[in-house]
């Protein structure tokens, strides 16, 4: 009795840490296809025609990893649902094993307990004793011998309920697994369309070198400007080597301890441009150096901070603002906003909103937030300080 209940438990915790398995995959396939979906919105929201741009190639090119991450999971599931069948039938048929042998065990007993009571009756089996200690060890045995009957009887529907509930489990493993089959058969035709599409859609883009060419030049000649206020500011706020307040210590110590956890400057999005010395999508031979990262968002989306602190810039490049907020000596950037909700001096809390990213409609309509922190003077990446 105790080597099966020991059994079970075992194959209890096992299918416990499968399952555990297959949840957490499927936890990591709803927040890939929530991937999907907003970069389809942000795809929505460009220029409703078929022009290749490069915003949509970078949208494209998003999906299309986001979906081979996601083909990926599936496959996981796939492998780990398959296991789990084939642990679930293994545990199944060794169960179905021991009710056999406690079966045949039960049916012996009876057999042997007929037999007695045809030979003898308990009560003259307990008073034909040779003496009371006999007679008491008697009295015993048969109570020893009615509970293990018992206790067998009991197994037995322990053991039938517990096949009957691997049978059950089998069942929706199986639901699952065609369910995960016809989903992963969904991604790949997709997958090969956005494929075919983004090759089609590059090679248009290869056409108008000098188009893009010309664009990219704008875009970091502003990059540039955007860049030296934002070093111009932070070089004149820390220009007097001045000794942080007991809050700005707390401050500054929260954020550093919150390295990696911090939320992320927009509610939703994706990183579209990494820091430092990056290629471009379309031309080899060019190369950007991001002193920041870009985020891409849907229309509408708003900034917010990424840790409590205190705005000690606002100011305007072109037609965007950018925001610096100080949490200690750590400072945040938040650049390209079409309007603010905060102004310099200004105490905000962690996750406040800033102000609305510009959707720009010379570049197909992208809403794209540029994100740097400081330390002092020196410029960090900031995917190290997000949670990813």
């Known amino acids: ?24 995959l499927q936890q990591k396939q709803k927040q890939l296809q929530q991937e999907i979906e907003q ?31 996601l083909i990926r999971t599936l496959g996981s599931e796939i492998t780990a649902l398959d296991d789990e069948m084939q642990m679930l ?53 048969l109570q020893e011998f009615a509970h293990y009957r018992q206790e067998q009887a009991a197994h037995i529907e322990q053991i039938q309920a517990e096949i009957d509930a691997q049978n059950e489990a089998l069942k929706t493993n199986r639901k699952d697994k065609e369910q995960a089959l016809q989903s992963r058969k969904r991604q790949q035709e997709s997958l090969a ?51 942080l307040t007991k809050e700005q210590q707390l401050v500054a110590g929260g954020f550093e301890q919150n390295k990696g956890k911090l939320p992320w ?18 031309y080899e031979h060019v190369v950007t150096d991001n002193k920041g990262i870009y985020i891409q968002t849907t229309a509408g989306m708003q900034a917010r901070a990424i840790y409590k602190g205190e705005v000690t810039s606002c100011f305007l490049v072109g ?26 001096g ?26 740097q922190i400081y330390q002092d003077r020196n410029i960090l990446n900031p995917a190290s300080w997000i949670c990813q």
Do not use: W
């Open 193 to 243: 369309r956005d494929e075919k599409k983004h090759k089609s859609m590059l090679n248009n883009l290869k056409k108008k070198e000098k188009d893009l060419t010309a664009q990219l030049k704008k875009q970091q000649k502003k990059a540039a400007e955007l860049n030296k206020k934002i070093d111009d500011a932070i070089r004149k706020q820390t220009a007097t080597k001045t000794t």
């Open 89 to 141: 039938g293994l545990q199944r048929d060794s169960l179905q094993g021991e009710l056999e042998r406690c079966k045949a065990d039960y049916a012996r007993l009876v057999r042997e307990t007929h037999y007695t009571s045809m030979q003898q009756s308990p009560l003259l089996f307990i008073l034909s004793a040779d003496d009371f200690q006999q007679m008491v060890r008697r009295v015993r045995y």
């Open 1 to 24: 009795m105790k080597r099966i209940g020991i059994y079970i438990l075992l194959c209890l915790l096992s299918l416990a840490a499968s399952a555990d398995t297959v949840k957490q």
């Open 265 to 282: 400057p927009v509610e939703k999005g994706y990183i579209s441009g990494k820091f430092g010395k990056q290629q471009h999508p379309v």
């Open 319 to 344: 037609n965007t603002y950018a925001v610096i907020v100080q949490h200690g000596n750590y400072r945040s950037v938040y650049s390209n906003l079409s309007k603010l909700n905060v102004k310099q």
């Open 39 to 69: 970069t389809n919105k942000m795809l929505q929201q460009t220029k409703k025609d078929e022009t290749s741009t490069l915003n949509k190639l970078q949208l494209l090119s998003k999906n299309i990893s986001t979906q081979k991450q």
């Open 346 to 371: 200004d105490k905000i809390e962690t996750k406040q909103t800033l102000g609305t990213i510009y959707s720009d409609p010379e570049q197909d309509n992208k809403t794209e937030l540029y994100f």
